[in-house]
C-alpha cells in the first residue's frame, strides 16, 4: 500500500513535470504563430493587399468610338452608325443547341455561317459573348425582338459601327475600315494601345493616314472578377474619348459629278483650287462599296472586285501612272518660253504624214494626217500641232525641260506622304537615265517627250496641280484634302513663283484658252460661252501602244480598236477664265481622244463647280466650328 | 420526523442513481470557462461559415448549425457521465474504431481519391477522426495503473507501439496520411506523459532524421510536390502553390482589422481554396485581421488551459493524463493547421477544431471535450 502509494507520488511528478514541459513549449509555438500572423498580416500587409486587388480586379476594354469625316459644308461622308448585333452568352442559355438552331432560322443563316458561328463559341470561354451576328437588317433584328420569348440568353445588341453613306463615291480617297490584322497592331502604336478584339482600323486612303486622330480611346471598365476570371460586378466605368472629326476640303456635290460623268469607265477626275490648293473633288473610276470591308468582305464579293479589269482597287488618281500626252505641251511652251529658245513668232510648217520629221532614220508625224500648215506658238497650242512641239523640244532639250515640269510639281508626290500608295511619275532627263537605264539620251526621246510620250509619266492629281499653277499666274500652291490638320497649315499662303517672266505665264494661258473657245482649237466643242463659266484647257491623247505604219493607213475609229489598245484621253483645263479659280484634270482610259471624251467632262465640272463656288466662299471656318 | 425521512429517502436516491454526486452539484462543477468559449468558438465558426456560403444560410451553414447544436448537445450530456465510465470503455472504444477502420477499408466511400468514410445513412462517418480520440482514452487507460518502472519495459513500449501504428497502418492505406500522423501524434502525446524515458524520443528523432531521404523516396509523387511546393511555393504559382500563395495572399491582405465581415474578396470570389474546410481560418484571418485572428487563437488558447487545468485538478491518473494528451493534441492540430495555411508546413490535410466544416471531426473533438467535462465534474472521483 505504502509502495504503491509512493509509486503514485512518482508518477504524478513525472507526470505534471512533463506537463509543464509541454506547456511551455506550447506556449512559444502560440507566440510563433502570432508574430507569424503578425508579420504576414501587418507588416507585409500592403504586398499581399496589392496581390489581392490584382487577383480580382480586372479591365475590359470597349472598342472606341471612330472620328468621323466630313465635308466642306459638313455632311457626313465617313460616320458611325447603329448596327444591330446578336449576341449570345453560351452559359445563360439552358439549351444551347435548340436556341441556335432556331436563330439559326429566324436568321436564315447558311451552312457556312452556322458553322463558323459554332466553331467561335468553342473557341470562348461559357461566359464570354458570343456574335453570333454583328450586322442584321432591321427586318430580321426585329424578327429575334419577336422571337425573345423563347430564346433565353439571347441578346439582340446595339454597337457602334463605321458607315460610308455615300457607298462607293469616296472610296478611294476616305478608303475602308476593316478589322485590325497583326501588322496594324504591330505598327501602329495607337492601334496597340487601343487594341481590342473586334477593332476596326483604316485600311487605305485617309482612314489610314489619319489613323492616329480617328481611333479616339477605349472606355474603360474595371470589374471584379472572381478565380475563375468571370466577372461579378463593375467597380468603375472610364469614358473614352471618341476620335477627332476631320473636315475636308471636298465638296460632295461635285464628288458626285464625278462619279457620276466617269460611270462605266476607268480613270480619274481632280478638282483643286487654284489658289488654297484644296481639292474639291478627287475620284478614281471604277469604285466599290466600302461598307463591304467593315464585318468582312465575302469571298464572292472580293473576287469580283479583284478580278475586274477596270481594276477598282488601284486608285488612279494617285497610282495611275500615265503619259500626259498633249496636255505637257502646255509646260513645254512655257519651257521653251522661260529659256528664251523661242517667242511667239517662231513658226514650224506642218506638211501633214507625208512630210514627217525626220531624226536619225526615224520620222515623227503629226496626229494631224493633212497637216496643220504654219504654226506659231498660239496656234500649235490651239490645234495640238505635233510637229511644232518636236521642234522646240527638240531645241529645248529634256533637262531644261525636266526642269519646268519638275518646279511646276511633276515627278514626285503631290500630298507628300499623306498617303503611302502615291506614286511619283517619271520627268525623265539624260541624267535620269544614264543612272536608271545605264544608256545615253536619245534626241528621238527629247521630241517625243516634248508630245508628252515616252519616259515621261504623270499622276492625274499631277497634272491637276500643273494646271492649277499655271491658272493661277505661275505661283506654288500646296494641295490639302484635310481642312483642321495643323500641320499642314503654316505652309498656305506663301505664293512663290515659278516663273521667270509673267508674261510667258499669260502667253501660255492665252494658247489654252484659245484651245477652248477659238474656232479649230481641240475642244472647242466643249467651251462655255457664258463669261462666268468660261474656262481654258489642253486635251491630250496618251497612245498606249506605238502607232505603226499600218495603223496610220488604217486610221481606225476609237471604237473599232479592241479595249486594251485604246488611247487614253487626258483634259486638263482652269477656269473661270476670267478671274481663275479652278483647276481640273480629267483622265479616262482607254477612253479614245482627249477631244471627244475627256473635254466634254471638264465643261459639265466647271458648270457645276462654278455655281457653287458662291456657297462655298459663304461658309467660312468660324461659322461651320459655330453648327 | 416525517421531513428527515424525506430527505433521507432524497438522499438515498441521489445516492445509488448518480453515485455521490447529485446532479444540481455536478452543473456547479461545470467549467463554465471551458463551455464558454466551445460555445464561443461554435457561434465564430457558424459565422464564418456563413460567410463561406457567400453571406447567405445554405448548405454548408444549416449542416455545420445542425452537427454544433447536436454535437454540443452530446458534450453536455458526455458530461454527466461518470468519468469512471469513460475508463471502462477505453479498450472497447478503440477496439470499435479499429473494426470500423477495417470495414471503411473494406467498404468505405471514396471521394477525392480516397476511401476515407462508412455510410451511416444518416451521416458519412470518418472513422479515423474518431480514432484520434479513442487512441487517447486507449492509451490513457492502459498507462493508468502501470507502475513508473514498468512504463519504460520493453513490452509496453512494443504494446503502445502497437497500438499506435495499427490504426496509423489503416489510415495510410485510404490514403490519408495528414490523419495518420495526428492520430500518432495524439498516441505519443500519451506515451510522453506516462513518462517514457526521453532518451527514446531522442532516439526517434535522431533516426527519423537519418532515414528522412528514405522516407521521402517513399512519398508518393503529390505528397513529394507539396514539400517542394512548400519549399518554394512561386515554383508553379498556378498548380501546386496556387492554394498557398491564395491563403498567404488572403491572410495578408486582411491587415489589422480585416475587410470586414462578408467582404473577404479571396474568399467570396472563390480564389481561397477548401475554404470549408481546412483554409477556414484562411477566411476568418481575411475578414476580421490580425486582431481577429489572435483573438481566435487566445479562445483556443484558453481552452487548452482549461483542458490543462481540469486535468490538474482531477484525482484519477487516467483523468490527469486523459486531458493533459487532449489539450497538447488539440493544441498540435491547431498549430499543424494554422502553419499550414500560414505557409509555415507543407499542405497536409489536418481540419482546424470546431471551425473547420466536417461532421466526424467536431463528432471527436467534442466527445473529447465532453470526457474532459466529465473529468471535471468527477474530479474528485477516485478510479481504482
Redesign the interface.
Known sequence: MINSSS??V???S???R??FI??SF?FL??IG??S???F???K??K???T??DK??IREWKLAPVRGEFHDYFGNVIAGNFEAYQLHIIPEQVEDFRYVIYRVKDLLELSDKQFKKVLKKKNEIKPWETLIVSDNLSWKKFSKINNHLYDLNGVKPVISISRNYPFKGNFTHLIGYVSQANENDIETNEQIKKNFVPGLKVGKVGLERSFEEKLIGSNDIERY?????GRR?SQLEFQKGEKGKTLRLTIDTEVQKLANELLKDQAGSICVMDIYTGDIIAMHSSPSFDPNLFVFGISEDDWQLIRNDPMKPLVNKTLQGNYSPGSTIKPIVALSALENGIVNTNFTVNCRGHKHPLELYGQSYHCWKKEGHGFMNLRNAMKQSCDIYFYEIARKLGVDKLSETAKKFGLGKEVFGDLFNIEKKGLVPNTQWKKNALGQGWLLGETVITGIGQGYIQTTPIQLCLMTAQIGNGGHKIYPRIVLNDQNKETQIDKFIPLYENSENIKIVQDAMFASTNEVRGTSYKSRIDDLKYQFAGKTGTAQVKKITARDRELDLKTFEIPYEERDHALYVAYGPYKNPRYAVSVVVEHGGSGSTTAAPMAKKLFKLIIDRHSLRESINDKKYLEI | MIKNIWRFKMYQHTRLTNNNFSFFSKFKNFDYILLTCILLLGFISLATMYSTDGGKVLFHTKSHFTKLIAFTFMMLVFSFINIKFWFSIGYFSYVVVIFLLIWTYLFGITSSGSQRWINLYFINLQPSELMKIFIILCLAKYFHRMKLEHVNSIYTLLTSLIIIILPMGLVIVQPDLGTSLLIAISGIAVIWFAGINHKYFIYTMLGFVISLPFIIAFLKPYQKLRVLTFLDPDRDPLGAGYQIIQSKIAVGSGGLFGKGFLKGTQSYLEFLPEKHTDFIFTLFSEEFGFVGSALLLVIYAIIIYRIIAIGAGSRSYFAKIFCYSFGAAIFVYITINMSMVLGLLPIVGSPLPIMSYGGSSMLATMIGFGIVMSAKVHSQQSIA
Open positions: 509509486d503514485n512518482r508518477k504524478l513525472s507526470i505534471n512533463r506537463m509541454t506547456g506550447k509555438i502560440m504563430l502570432v507569424r500572423l503578425f504576414l498580416q501587418v507585409e500587409n504586398k499581399y493587399l496581390l489581392s487577383n480580382r471584379e472578377v472572381n478565380a475563375y461579378i
